[in-house]
């Protein structure tokens, strides 16, 4: 293995993978750019070993802090190794000074390089079409890139999503104001494509401030919807360009239905960094009240708009930040589901947690390491009474790790 930046810690001697010269593992790697892409880390492994090798890293952060993990279920997944992201955000670029245009990801190690990622095996066909048109669109033009050292040039972003459900399609370019681009052109090429699913929506958002992260300050152009809908569960849910969704959705479906398994009929459900409400509605069945709490505007009204569409009536939702919201005038719960990015919980939502002593809490995390760390101090009121894995993001070295908590 060729690693940078090694550094020893509690024994172990940990860097940044570069490469992978030689592994006792054969197995096919199916993409060109998997040595230069930093998006797949064990694509030349099975689905079974990878799963395998996430499920001992994750077991051995619980021993280590000595947190018994109650009656532990094993990993869950779907079986789609590859196709499974809904969502792919491309940058505009390219991989040497002077190149021509690329459309695709950084280069590992080497973030100021964009490699032309048109193949990118993780989404679906669709998706790698509407890629190929607009790169070969703008390559034709030559048109410039925005370059984040300058700050000059046009194009910026390319945001893709794909409900896998339903097929539905939104596309989202994004440019500086620095020259214009003809829209309606590139909407008539795309429309004209022949492709499983269906376009939804295209919008051309307008980014100029120097963040190198995918947002938009105004919508230049429209062309249908601003928003796809995917179906989970027997539910319809609305997602925005700017809305969290998990970005697997047959690993989320059974995420949700193992989540659903868990929760035994209550009063009032609490489903804190709720995102577009998905948890919530899909529990609202068991639970005479349903209350979540999210960050994010855009989310939170994608939730509203769900729940009149599937006709729940018993969700409300809060705009805010969970410290904060806990602390306000709100039902007290008989289950807390909290589900928060991969920073874990801030340490006054730990402490609200273990004032307010809620009969269970559902801790689900895409980080075992934050989640170990929150863990660890809700055990003094705390026990595990049930847990699983389920792997959301095949190829990559991440794992969702849901542990049931039970009061003492
Ligand atoms: C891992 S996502 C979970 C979303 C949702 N449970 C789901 O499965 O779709 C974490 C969510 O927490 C939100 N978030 C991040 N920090 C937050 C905070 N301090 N307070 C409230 N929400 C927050 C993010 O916007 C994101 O939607």
């Not at 079409?129 to 410039?144: C, G, L, N």
């Not at 995420?255 to 995102?275: A, H, I, Q």
């Amino acid at each position: 293995m060729l690693a940078r930046g090694a550094k020893k810690k509690h024994g172990l001697l940990t860097g940044f993978l570069l490469e992978v010269l030689d592994t006792p593992y054969t197995g096919e790697t199916l993409c060109k750019d998997f040595r230069l892409c930093g998006g797949c880390v064990s694509q030349h492994l099975s689905l079974e070993k990878q799963r395998q090798i996430k499920e001992r890293e994750v077991l051995a952060l619980f021993q280590e802090k000595e947190i018994p993990l109650g009656q532990y279920k094993g990993v869950f997944g779907a079986e789609n190794k590859y196709a499974y992201r809904n969502k792919v955000d491309f940058t505009f670029g390219n991989q040497v000074k002077g190149g021509p245009l690329h459309l695709g990801f950084h280069q590992k190690a080497m973030r100021r390089n964009v490699i032309d990622t048109s193949h990118c095996l993780l989404v679906h066909q669709d998706l790698r079409t509407i890629r190929d048109v607009i790169a070969e669109y703008f390559s034709e033009r030559q048109a410039p890139f925005y370059d984040i050292y300058t700050h000059e040039g046009l194009l910026r972003f390319l945001l893709l999503r794909r409900a896998e459900f339903t097929g539905e399609i939104l596309i989202v370019l994004i440019i500086s104001s620095q020259e214009e681009v003809d829209a309606k052109e590139l909407e008539r090429r795309l429309l004209a494509l022949s492709l499983e699913g269906r376009i939804k929506g295209f919008l051309v958002g307008i980014k100029d401030s120097l963040g190198n992260f995918v947002d938009y300050e105004q919508v230049a152009y429209q062309w249908g919807e601003n928003f796809i809908e995917e179906q989970l569960c027997g539910l319809r849910f609305r997602i925005y360009p700017e809305s969290f969704f998990q970005t697997n959705s047959a690993g989320a479906q059974i995420l949700f239905e193992k989540t659903l398994s868990l929760l035994d009929d209550g009063e009032v459900l609490w489903d804190l960094y709720c995102g577009a409400g998905t948890i919530g509605q899909i529990a609202s069945k068991k639970f005479k009240k349903v209350i979540g709490i999210e960050l994010n505007e855009v989310a939170v009204e994608a939730a509203r708009q769900s729940a009149l569409r599937n006709h729940i009536v018993n969700c409300e939702y809060i705009v805010g930040d969970v410290k904060e919201a806990v602390e306000g005038n709100i039902p007290s719960p008989d289950v807390v589901v909290v589900d928060p990015p991969r920073a874990g919980l801030h340490p006054k939502v730990v402490q609200s947690l273990l004032q307010l002593l809620p009969p269970k809490i559902l801790y689900i995390s895409c980080n075992p390491k934050t989640q170990v760390r929150d863990m660890e101090q809700l055990m003094a009121s705390y026990v595990v009474e049930q847990s699983f894995m389920v792997d959301l993001y095949p190829n990559t070295g991440h794992v969702e790790t849901v542990c049931l908590l039970t009061r003492k």
